[in-house]
């Protein structure tokens, strides 16, 4: 029996940010700065949130299915570090403005920006379960990074330096079936580890704290030690040779180069010009969006999957090579098949060319939202929000329908289609 991905769609938001000029404003050291190899960072706006961006991410995908198809949806997972309430589930907002069938399965789950592989995975098991044979799931990633300002003042509440360039918003949604159109999982080849870290953590749901360095160390930590898992479990697996492409979790893309450097040190042996080389070659399309969006969480590794199916050479089957990691940690190494066909198909939600309809903000257009998101923040119980706050972003989506937040009634959050 097959599993995997039949369609993918990611959302990168309606409004960015060109971050070299952010960096410039901020008085960064621009050579630390272009260690990042971030270009641009979207950005949520106060009538934006993680319901929103996962409905828009996923409508797409339904939107290509016929009624009875949608019907055979049985289970919505959301995957998030993003939560908008303790207890109830964004997946039911994303069920009810998508308009699925009652006859399902809706939860979420977290684990930093592990959360999306441990949806996709459950996602599968339930399909390769044969429980309910033809059923398929919805699997969406959301999350955004609100940088609050203080009270009162027009500064951040923190020191956020080389992090706020690079910290993103967005969503990915996936099909996950037994027709797998975009991406084949290749079923039990999966190495995953994990331990107790505290890397980053979000102590408070608008705030995050960490230790870069203690992360940087812990994500290399990973990517080598799921990898030899997977190579336990899948004989003859080879780092540089069974991989055509190698995506991985992407907070920033100067992370990813080191990782991968350091990988072909030890398991290729590879000396710096190799391995620069094979960088440019496997890893490189995947970044693309990356660099356009920020780190969007559990949702990274799959925006990177997605551009490496919009960038890569994939003129015959290609074997992907996916690294997938979440602070606190638990991490995890896999691979599927992606075919020229999966290329064919993802072509219809046209995700470059939304990326490239998003409305450009000025650094003080992108200061003006950040002083006024603190409206929504976690916990807010009435608010009524202005969707033409930035005309500009409704402007560059005319005649995109996309989903926004209109009022906090209650603590109820009320959508509207735009």
């Not at 060109?18 to 641009?40: E, P, Y």
């Not at 350091?262 to 042996?269: D, E, G, I, P």
């Not at 309809?357 to 608010?383: I, K, M, P, Q, W």
Request: with cysteine.
């Amino acid at each position: 029996m097959t599993v995997g991905i039949e369609a993918m769609n990611m959302f990168g938001g309606s409004a960015f940010l060109d971050v070299t000029a952010l960096a410039r404003h901020r008085k960064l050291d621009m050579q630390r700065f272009d260690n990042l190899m971030m270009k641009q960072k979207a950005l949520a706006l106060p009538y934006e949130d993680p319901v929103s961006y996962g409905v828009n991410a996923a409508r797409p995908l339904l939107d290509a299915l016929d009624p009875a198809e949608r019907e055979r949806i049985e289970l919505v997972i959301t995957c998030t570090e993003s939560g908008i309430d303790f207890g109830k589930s964004m997946s039911t907002y994303i069920h009810h403005y998508l308009g699925l069938g009652r006859n399902c399965r809706l939860f979420e789950i977290k684990q930093a920006c592990y959360s999306v592989t441990a949806g996709l995975q459950t996602a599968a098991s339930f399909i390769l379960s044969g429980a309910s044979p033809g059923a398929k799931a919805l699997v969406v990633g959301t999350d955004i990074s609100r940088f609050l300002a203080a009270e009162g003042g027009d500064g951040l509440t923190e020191d956020w330096s080389y992090a706020e360039p690079s910290a993103g918003a967005g969503a990915v949604a996936m099909l996950v079936s037994d027709t797998p159109r975009v991406l084949q999982l290749d079923v039990g080849a999966s190495g995953y580890y994990g331990y107790e870290v505290m890397d980053t953590c979000r102590p408070i749901p608008d705030s995050e704290a960490g230790d870069a360095d203690l992360s940087l160390m812990s994500y290399l930590d990973c990517s080598e030690k799921s990898f030899l898992e997977y190579r336990k479990r899948v004989d003859g697996a080879d780092y540089r040779d069974t991989f055509q492409y190698l995506v991985f979790h992407t907070p920033f893309g100067g992370m990813v180069k080191g990782a991968h450097r350091a990988m072909m040190r030890k398991m290729a042996k590879a000396d710096p010009a190799t391995a620069e080389a094979d960088f440019r070659q496997r890893v490189m399309p995947g970044i693309a969006y990356c660099q356009r969006v920020g780190n969007i969480m559990g949702a990274t590794v799959y925006m990177a999957l997605a551009s490496t199916i919009d960038n890569a050479v994939i003129d015959s089957p290609k074997r992907i090579g996916i690294f997938s990691y979440g602070s606190g940690c638990c991490s995890e190494f896999y691979s599927g098949v992606v075919t020229p066909e999966a290329r064919e198909h993802q072509r219809q939600f046209r995700i470059k060319e939304r990326l490239d309809e998003r409305y450009e903000l000025s650094v003080d257009e992108y200061e003006a939202v950040v002083r006024s998101s603190g409206v929504v923040r976690f916990g807010t119980r009435n608010v009524k929000l202005d969707t033409d706050m930035v005309p500009g972003a409704r402007k560059a989506l005319a005649g995109t329908k996309i989903l926004v937040l209109r009022e906090i009634n209650g603590f109820h959050r009320e959508y509207e289609w735009i």
